[in-house]
């Protein structure tokens, strides 16, 4: 049998075209950019991102690292290139830096030198020249003027490279006035994004004190970034500290790092612009998965769980060095992982079941304080209302016997019965009808109550019901009204009707109704607290 060995080429057009369509986003393309740098060794990495009058996009990326010769360019602009020396780099794949940035230009440059007596080489990805003439690198020994000037600002008679966007085509859309303020203010909208962005995924970086990782100044657009920490060390609980050994490819081992901290609630932080750079939220609830002390995966639970507001103060930090990349399988973007599926289940039911629980418990704990301050004056409407109507309404007679121990008779149609109560005072004055407190027996929504002599009834602040159906009405009086008068109708009805043998009934009816209603607004949407009136 004889084997023909055939060369076939991809087409450069269609390949390098597609090469576009890799699903990088901006940040993420920049981020990819500036792995390479920190690879290189650079300590100052500076971004400049500018818009020309004719709202053409230059993007020029200058670092002070350890730059290349001729064959060293050659290879960083080689589709694949060849390994680095150093498995822990950043730089990984070899496809990053042209897949990251054709994603955004049609005209990538590598500007760089490899020390003070090199001259600046230039080697150059044109996609229009690659459809006519085929896989022909551009390579230069003059430079780009510009970008020549920037790298002797970043690395003044050193080493160090450039990498240049030009004809940018994908960062803003077109606009009718290409210069006009739409377009600039489009542009200073992805350039903030980007900041956040590199803020935290280079935290560790950046940050003079972390020594986790060398230090590094990433300057954009002639601002230096300031460490974001996803996990307000600061101001967090830590909830959780683990490092677990697992099998790395090779016979070795290799380990990762699991903390969970709990951030605090709103009020809870020292002060607003401590809370504003928390970013809390229930989006950024979740894992920060860390590779090399770079972060490549923020805010998610890899399907574990979904985001719902009991998770927002939980935020949990999963670190791994470059020996297990096959074991989690990361994307050639750097930006997710996959797991396989002990650890999973490990990382699920072991080390974020505590976090999880003791979160909530701090969720739970902190909307029961929410709910009973935002009730505020709401009920005092039904207060008024009701004390117009009590003496017409009114068909029980109720003789306290014992108010330490709620010892009560009843007296209605059907005669006279010893029952328990409740008996307090008002928290505020007219408040005797209607009483909002942060809990009661059980978890029960309501019940009634004797509150300075009159009949009344007290509502459960802590209870779903309250929390998704009164809390998003509590600026709506005549609501507020018509549920409050419903429930005090309630508990008149039982005293009204109540007899020794129907009063366990009523009992349990009430917490039956509470149940009922719990199970009936678990599907309805979180209020938003911050939206609604003390």
């Known amino acids: 049998m004889t084997v023909e060995k055939v060369q076939a080429p991809p087409d450069p057009e269609r390949t390098i075209e597609s090469l576009r369509d890799t699903g990088y986003k901006f940040n993420t393309a920049i981020a990819d950019i500036v792995d390479n740098s920190i690879a290189a060794r650079a300590t ?26 001729r064959k060293g360019l050659l290879n960083a602009m080689t589709y694949g290139s060849a ?20 994603a955004f230009c049609r005209r990538l440059s590598v500007i760089t030198r490899d020390g003070p007596e090199m001259e600046p080489l230039q080697a150059t990805w044109d996609l229009r020249h690659v459809a006519e003439h085929g896989w022909e690198l551009l390579v230069d020994d003059e430079a780009d003027p510009e970008a020549v000037d920037h790298l002797q600002t970043v690395a003044h008679g050193k080493s160090g490279t450039v990498v240049l966007w030009q004809q940018v085509d994908r960062l803003i859309k077109e606009y009718v006035t290409p210069s006009g303020a739409a377009a600039q203010n489009a542009l200073d909208r992805a350039v903030k994004g980007l900041r956040d962005h590199l803020a935290m995924v280079f935290q560790r970086f950046i940050d003079p004190s972390d020594d986790r990782a060398p230090t590094v100044e990433i300057r954009v657009n002639d601002e230096k970034l300031l460490p974001w920490d996803p996990f307000c060390i600061a101001h967090s609980d830590k909830v959780a500290d683990e490092v677990v050994t697992i099998d790395a490819p090779g016979g070795k081992q290799a380990k990762i790092v699991f903390r969970a901290y709990i951030l605090p609630r709103k009020e809870e932080f020292p002060s607003e612009s401590a809370f504003k750079k928390s970013r809390l939220g229930n989006d950024s609830q979740g894992l920060y998965i860390y590779r090399e002390n770079r972060l490549i995966q923020d805010a998610t639970w890899l399907g574990m769980y979904s985001k719902e507001p009991h998770g927002t103060l939980l935020r949990a930090e999963f670190s791994f060095t470059h020996e297990l990349d096959e074991v989690f399988d990361i ?34 704990q902190g909307r029961k304080k929410d709910a009973l301050k935002k009730a505020g004056d709401s009920h ?23 108010p330490n121990t709620g010892d009560a008779q009843v007296t209605n149609k059907h005669g006279s019965f010893r029952i328990r109560l409740k008996i307090g005072s008002a928290t505020k004055p007219g408040q005797v009808f ?23 009834v007290r509502i459960n602040t802590s209870h779903p019901y309250y929390h998704k159906v009164y809390v998003p009405n509590l600026q709506s009086g005549v609501t507020v009204q018509g549920m409050d008068s419903l429930l005090w109708g309630l508990c008149m009805a039982e005293l009204s009707t109540i007899s020794d043998e129907t009063a366990r009934h009523f009992e349990e009816v009430r917490f039956e109704v509470s149940r009922i209603l719990r199970r009936l607004v678990e599907d309805l949407p979180e209020p938003d607290m911050d939206d609604v009136a003390a």
């Not at 950043?90 to 990251?100: E, H, P, R, S, V």
């Open 83 to 102: 390994r680095r020396a150093d498995p822990s780099s950043l730089g990984k794949f070899g496809l990053g830096l042209k897949t990251a940035s054709t």
């Open 44 to 69: 100052v990495i500076d971004l400049q991102i500018l818009m020309d009058l004719r709202s053409a996009v230059r993007v020029s990326i200058a670092d002070n690292g350890e730059g290349m010769n």
């Open 380 to 402: 005092d409407s039904s207060n008024r209302n009701i004390a117009s109507k009590e003496g017409s309404i009114d068909t029980a007679v109720v003789d306290i016997r014992d």
């Open 434 to 456: 209607v009483q909002p407190v942060d809990s009661l027996d059980d978890g029960a929504l309501f019940e009634p109550t004797i509150i300075d002599g009159h009949k009344a």
């Open 331 to 364: 994307d050639f973007k750097k930006s997710q992982i996959s797991l396989n599926e002990d650890l999973w289940i490990a990382i699920k039911d072991e080390l974020l079941t505590a976090p999880r629980r003791e979160a909530n418990n701090r969720y739970r």
